[in-house]
Structures are given as structure tokens and as C-alpha cells.
């Protein structure tokens, strides 16, 4: 849905745009302290070394599903880190599987995911469960060595590295060729994990 509503923009309003995940509510904890901050933007994410514990929200899912999808269902479910409760035949063909899943992995594009690899036969419903601990990492993109505030995200440390080439890939392709080179990076705090360079004009001898 995302995607068509992006190029709908982009073609009547003749607008570049870059779309960038929606935020959800993590509760942090910095170190020496016993009570939570609650965060809804990265930017006001401390780096790693600041904060002791960061609670994320996970939600209880219920999928329905004709019986052959329940594969797709459980490898889907598992790349958006979930948890398996239980799964119960309703009929000889339709099974109702149980997860707990991080609000963060279901925000962006589950249920499109969900639908093209069911062929639109799944039903998907969720209530907010609790707050969890989270292995999460602030991730940021500097361009030119800037930081970008609206491009930071909050992401499980496993898929930072991934999240951060497919964005610094997406940037290059959508930033004007200048007349110096233009370094975009992904970094988690110092460290920069990923980086590609938008090449400088080559002036006209």
C-alpha cells in the first residue's frame, strides 16, 4: 500500500519522495536510574553506552489461514523476530496461528507481506501485550558527515546492518550528482556499518 500511495505522490505532484518507518513507543532506562524514559523518536534515543535497558512494545497476533500458507506464515513470522504461542486447526483446511511479535516489525509492511505470500487468504489481527526487553540500536545516516534526523531509526541490532544498506543504496540512487563527492553512511553511534558515495560531476574540460 506504501508503495502505491509513494508513487502516486511522486507522479502527480512530480515530488521525490523517501519514506521513512513509523515510530513506536520504547521505554528506556539509563544507567544508575530505576525509572523509564519513554521514546517515540530515535533522535531522542542516547547512544548505546548511555542507557542500561530499552523496552519495546509487543503485541499478541492471531493469523487465520488455509492450512498450505502455514509455512509462509511461520518463515514470515520468524524474519519479524516472533515469538510461536500455539497453533489450532478451526476446520480441515483453516489453522489459527498465535505469535507475539515486536510492534516495530508489524508497523511497516507485515500485513502487505502477509497478503502477497497468502495470496491475500489470511486474516491478521493484534492487541498491544506488554513491553519487552529489546537488543535495539540506534541507527543514524550521515550525509556529507551530517547526521540526518528524520533518516535515524531504532532497529534490532541483527537487522542494522541490512536496514543501513538498503538505506545508504536508496539515498545514493535518489541524491543529484554535485560537483564533490557526496559520502552517505550508516552508523550505529561512532561505528559506521555502511556507505556508498554519490560520485562528483566530472567538469566539462
Known amino acids: 500500500h ?3 500511495v509513494r508513487e ?11 519514506a521513512t518507518p513509523p515510530n513506536v513507543q520504547y521505554m528506556i532506562r539509563a544507567r544508575h536510574e530505576t525509572e523509564y524514559t519513554i521514546v517515540r523518536n530515535p533522535v531522542d534515543m542516547p547512544d548505546s553506552g548511555a542507557y542500561e535497558e530499552i ?4 503485541v499478541k497476533a492471531t493469523v487465520i489461514v488455509p492450512k498450505e500458507y502455514v ?3 511461520m518463515e514470515l513470522t520468524q524474519d519479524k ?20 511479535l515486536p510492534l516495530a516489525e508489524i508497523v511497516l509492511n507485515f500485513f502487505d507481506q502477509l497478503k502477497s505470500r497468502t495470496k491475500g487468504y489470511a486474516s491478521f489481527d493484534y492487541d498491544v501485550d506488554e513491553h519487552q ?6 541507527l543514524d545516516i550521515l550525509l556529507n ?3 540526518i534526523d528524520a533518516l535515524s531509526l531504532i532497529c534490532h541490532k541483527d537487522k542494522a546492518y541490512y536496514q543501513g544498506k538498503s538505506l545508504v543504496e536508496a539515498l545514493r540512487k535518489k541524491i543529484t550528482r554535485q560537483f564533490f563527492d557526496v559520502p552517505i553512511q550508516a552508523a550505529i553511534g561512532a561505528k559506521i556499518i555502511a556507505r556508498e558515495t554519490v560520485k562528483a560531476k566530472r567538469k566539462d574540460v
Open 2 to 4: 506504501m508503495e502505491i
Open 8 to 18: 502516486r505522490l511522486e507522479r502527480e505532484y512530480d515530488l521525490d519522495l523517501l
Open 55 to 58: 523496552l519495546e512494545p509487543i
Open 71 to 73: 509455512g509462509q506464515v
Open 81 to 100: 523476530r516472533g515469538t510461536f504461542i500455539d497453533m489450532q486447526y478451526l476446520s480441515e483446511k483453516r489453522v489459527q496461528l498465535k505469535y507475539y
Open 133 to 138: 526487553h529489546g537488543d535495539l540500536v540506534r
Open 145 to 147: 558527515h551530517e547526521k
